[in-house]
């Protein structure tokens, strides 16, 4: 049967290798591809090559209003019929700034809109379309263990506070700083598996959610925003790690993330993905306290745009 699946990151890095995976090895897809700007007719276009099918919106993901426009324009293409029911929601799209300051135009700190309050205001203005077996599929990040074996010394681990605080500019020590920035990232992937335990627990029965870590990928468009030393080093340095277990290929963690949403790889709703299996996350991602606090949050600040 036809269905579904929206998807979030699809231009580039393992986003566009998951795509093509998906489009390859599952013809009933319909994938609905969120880009920003006018990329998404070619995004579309080239997908579509071999017959697949393959639409898109526009959404800037820094933006609350324009997710909200882009949830609306889906759900209306889904209630005239245009689109095959939906069955999946990918959350790929990431940011990492080189400071903590960035702010979009609702006042949020800019980390903490694409990472967390974007996917979550995809979630709830489209959950109930989904139709059951629906998998959402959020990627999240291993800098959220904080600790030398997962981040080697590269990324700070994330510093929890109130998501109020956090939400906002220059929650983090040295904000105009590139610590600052990727402090701010490893606490907002921490956000990402808080709210896919929500979204488990409040979910109705056949829509399950799922946190999925590619691991480290170097040459990714990540760090876009940083300077051009980090990226050479990102893009010409870093790669050959993926020929050693401290890293993940490109092409592995597209095929990865494609399994994942796909349901080849088995894991329950609620579940963290390491790669290519289900794995415990870090002991601090398992707090009730805390992702109930974050949801409440979430909730309050998309509120104005889920009505």
């Known amino acids: 049967m036809q269905h579904t699946v929206v998807m979030t990151g699809a231009s580039r890095g393992i986003g566009r290798i998951a795509a093509e995976h998906i489009l390859r090895r599952s013809p009933n897809v319909h994938l609905l591809v969120v880009t920003r700007g006018s990329s998404g007719a070619r995004l579309a276009a080239e997908l579509s090559a071999g017959g697949?099918?393959?639409?898109?919106?526009?959404?800037?993901?820094?933006?609350?209003?324009?997710?909200?426009?882009?949830?609306?324009?889906?759900?209306?293409?889904?209630?005239?019929?245009?689109?095959?029911?939906?069955?999946?929601?990918?959350?790929?799209?990431?940011?990492?700034?080189?400071?903590?300051?960035?702010?979009?135009?609702?006042?949020?700190?800019?980390?903490f809109t694409i990472n967390v309050l974007a996917n979550h205001l995809f979630v709830r203005l489209l959950q109930d379309r989904f139709v059951a077996p629906a998998r959402i599929v959020i990627t999240t990040s291993d800098t959220h263990f904080g600790d030398f074996k997962h981040n080697m010394g590269m990324v700070p681990g994330p510093a929890w506070k109130s998501p109020d605080i956090l939400a906002r500019p220059g929650a983090f020590p040295k904000p105009d700083t590139a610590v600052g920035g990727r402090t701010a990232y490893s606490t907002s992937k921490l956000a990402t598996i808080y709210l896919v335990h929500e979204y488990a627990r409040r979910l109705p029965a056949g829509i399950d959610s799922i946190a999925y870590n590619p691991g480290f990928v170097p040459g990714t468009g990540l760090a876009r925003n940083a300077g051009p030393i980090s990226r050479f080093a990102m893009r010409r340095?870093?790669?050959?790690?993926?020929?050693?277990?401290?890293?993940?290929?490109?092409?592995?963690?597209?095929?990865?993330?494609?399994?994942?949403?796909?349901?080849?790889?088995?894991?329950?709703?609620?579940?963290?993905?390491?790669r290519t299996h289900a794995a415990r996350s870090s002991e601090e991602s398992y707090d009730p306290q805390r992702e109930g606090e974050l949801w409440d949050t979430a909730e309050r600040f998309t509120a104005a745009y889920a009505a």
Not at 248 to 273: I, M, N, Q
């Open 52 to 111: 697949h099918t393959v639409s898109h919106v526009s959404a800037d993901l820094g933006s609350l209003g324009s997710v909200q426009s882009a949830a609306a324009e889906i759900r209306e293409r889904l209630e005239r019929g245009d689109l095959p029911p939906l069955r999946g929601f990918v959350g790929n799209a990431g940011m990492q700034y080189t400071n903590a300051l960035t702010k979009g135009p609702d006042g949020f700190e800019s980390t």
């Open 237 to 274: 340095i870093l790669p050959v790690m993926t020929l050693t277990p401290f890293a993940t290929s490109r092409d592995a963690a597209g095929r990865y993330l494609a399994d994942v949403v796909l349901g080849t790889t088995k894991a329950p709703t609620g579940s963290y993905v390491d």
